[in-house]
């Protein structure tokens, strides 16, 4: 996907992101979770371990919890207070 093309060079030949974009790569950073977001199911709610196995799927730098993180900040992933749901925001 076009849209995708500026963080073509940190997947690795799986197809799994190796590393996050840096501190100054902001653009990318957004574009990696965005592209994280697509992978989960509007409407569909996920524990925090369902979250993590479906991260470890696309990534191998080991780190779903940062991600995790990063998409509810992002406004990518709501939760519960609690953190035991968790639901992809749609954009509308």
């Known amino acids: 996907m076009e849209k995708y093309k500026p963080i073509q060079?940190?997947?690795d030949d799986d197809g799994k992101f190796f590393q996050f974009p840096g501190k100054k790569q902001?653009?990318?950073q957004t574009?990696?979770?965005e592209y994280?977001?697509?992978k989960f199911t509007a409407g569909k709610k996920y524990?925090?371990?369902e979250v993590n196995e479906i991260l470890n799927q696309y990534h191998s730098f080991n780190?779903?919890?940062?991600l995790r993180r990063l998409m509810f900040g992002s406004r990518l992933?709501?939760?519960t207070l609690d953190?035991?749901?968790?639901?992809?925001i749609k954009n509308e």
């Open 47 to 49: 524990t925090e371990r």
């Open 83 to 88: 953190g035991r749901a968790y639901w992809l």
């Open 31 to 33: 574009l990696m979770l």
């Open 63 to 66: 780190d779903p919890a940062t």
């Open 36 to 38: 994280l977001a697509e």
């Open 26 to 28: 902001k653009k990318k």
């Open 9 to 11: 060079g940190y997947l």
């Open 77 to 79: 992933l709501n939760r």
